[in-house]
């Protein structure tokens, strides 16, 4: 199959696997790009210990880069998220340089104003897709010189934009309002998800939770069985960016104007709920979770995600987690919702044939 997507950047399935923090590690991002999607390494993936130290965050980066071309020599991507302030600023930045240096063909960045990084990016010969959760926000992208964006909408795992607009209706106003190709992510965890997105306008898909449920993907057993334990309604987005809460204000957070970061309601969630009496936001859930010792170099995310404690911690996943009942390689995976994508296609041009 061939679409724009496809021909930019140079793959074959017109899939390409979203960055995810600590999960999408050089051998995840490999096995996606050798099997003909697009492989994303994201921020901090490959280790099981936080570091507060830019230069060692960048040569991690490095190091994983390296580690997935002694893989495969498939086109692969680098997750940057843009960093307004501060020390994520500052990671940002030193991430940018290493990719530079490094020369990685593709770079999706995040969590941002698509002014700070496109041109410099550019410049150094990377295909830059920018992600965007609106329309106004792909418009700014496609000004600023970006070569795809995508059209990433609130069903999605993990952080989504301000305004919580579906990847339904948010694909076809962004196709409709941008010439550069657009690619659709949150809630794509199949082939009739592919099928879809590629009705809506889009000319690739954005997936993160199906991967999560891979065999190749590094997050703890705990993790991908919450996942496959999942039914239609255990997610829920919760408000989160409180400029009180620290370092949210460096995406841009006010209080007037904050993201939303969906999560799975496991427990632990159920019981803080149940305490502050229904809904909850990002503060309500932070006081409640026995942080980890500051010396253990383990964060609450790192504790769910790949030490597997779900009892104590929480984690992100899209709504798509009610569809995923296995865990097959990415290349499995890949190679059925291509095959499958076909039978799709095939059922309804039957369809349009009887009707005619
Ligand atoms: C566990 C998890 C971690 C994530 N981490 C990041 C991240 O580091 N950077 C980013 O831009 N998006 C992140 N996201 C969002 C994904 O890149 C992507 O937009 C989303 O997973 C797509 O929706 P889906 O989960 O329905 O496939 C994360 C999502 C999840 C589920």
């Not at 490959?46 to 580690?67: C, M, N, P, W």
């Not at 942080?291 to 964060?299: A, L, N, Q, V, Y």
Request: aromatic share 4%.
């Amino acid at each position: 199959m061939k679409t724009r997507i496809t021909e930019l950047l140079g793959i074959r399935y017109p899939i390409i696997q979203a960055s995810m923090a600590w999960i999408t590690d050089a051998g995840l991002a490999a096995a996606v790009s050798a099997a003909g999607g697009l492989g994303t390494i994201g921020p901090n993936s490959g280790y099981s210990k936080i570091t507060r130290d830019v230069k060692e965050t960048g040569e991690r980066l490095r190091e994983q880069i390296r580690k997935l071309r002694s893989i495969t020599d498939r086109p692969f991507a680098v997750n940057f998220v843009v960093g307004a302030a501060g020390l994520d600023k500052e990671f940002s930045e030193r991430c940018i340089e290493v990719g530079i240096e490094e020369r990685v063909p593709v770079a999706v960045v995040s969590q941002g104003n698509p002014r700070v990084h496109t041109r410099r990016l550019k410049e150094a010969g990377m295909k830059v897709i920018h992600v965007c959760a609106s329309v106004d926000h792909a418009k700014k992208a496609e000004e600023a010189g970006v070569d795809a964006v995508v059209a990433s909408g609130t069903e999605g795992g993990g952080h989504s934009g301000f305004d919580q607009i579906t990847t339904f209706c948010l694909t076809p106003q962004v196709a409709g309002a941008v010439k550069i190709p657009v690619i659709s992510g949150g809630g794509v965890g199949d082939s009739r998800g592919l099928v879809a997105a590629l009705a809506l306008g889009a000319e690739g898909v954005y997936m993160g939770t199906r991967f999560i449920a891979t065999r190749e993907c590094p997050a703890h057993p705990n993790v991908k069985q919450a996942i496959l334990d999942c039914a239609d309604t255990c997610t829920m987005s919760i408000r989160h960016g409180s400029p009180s809460v620290s370092n949210s204000g460096n995406r841009g957070f006010t209080e007037a104007r904050r993201g939303s970061v969906r999560i799975i309601i496991n427990d632990k969630i159920r019981e803080i709920m149940a305490k502050k009496g229904g809904k909850i936001s990002w503060e309500d859930i932070l006081p409640e979770m026995v942080m980890p010792d500051p010396e253990s170099g383990i964060s609450p995310t790192l504790a769910a995600f790949i030490y597997g404690d779900l009892d104590n911690y929480f984690m992100a996943a899209g709504q798509v987690s009610g569809l995923i009942r296995d865990v097959p390689s990415c290349r499995e995976l890949i190679e059925r919702i291509a095959g499958e994508a076909d039978q799709v296609m095939d059922r309804l041009n039957l369809k349009f044939e009887r009707e005619h």
